[in-house]
């Protein structure tokens, strides 16, 4: 059974890429035209979210290179903890919302410290699969759609963080 679902998934990218040209072929269009049309209005949506990208990773480095992260953990390590957070996870927490890959290094950092069974290595793993980079999503579709009022879009997005949060610490206190 294992088997037949690995070679299951090692086709199912070529499938989907064959279903989508051979559904164009049989259209009439232009595939290939098509195709290097979309790769340069791709390639220009990068070029325009370049400034903001860089800016956040460096917003990030110096942040975590300076110390105030593990500043903010204990400062507010004591606030959290009795609600089941640890203090290793503020600075988690807080970079999570700008930058994937920070964190990323930091559940790196926090498995090595803690083990990855342990409270905080459940809830790292649980936490970053379901709370998002606010602040980089935000910003980089925003530009590259020319959206200027975001409305209630951050106050959504911070609650269902919020809400993520709650749910890894409930589940991996339960596991």
Known sequence: MTNVLTNLSNIMIPMIIFYVVATGIAAKQDVYGDFIKGAKEGLKTVVQIMPTLIGLMVAVGILRASGFLDFLGGLLGGLTEPAGL????????????????????????????????????LFVSIMMSCTETV?????????????????????????????????????????
Do not use: Q
């Open 135 to 175: 602040f980089y999503t935000m910003s980089v579709y925003y530009m590259a759609a020319k959206v200027t009022k975001t409305r209630y879009t951050l106050t959504g997005a911070l609650l269902a963080t919020v809400a993520g949060i709650f749910a890894s610490i409930v589940l991996a206190g339960m596991l």
């Open 86 to 121: 640890p203090a290793d996870v503020m600075p988690l927490i807080f970079i999570k919302l700008f930058s994937s890959s920070a964190a990323t290094g930091l559940v790196l950092d926090l498995f090595r410290e803690h083990g990855t069974d342990s409270y905080t290595g």
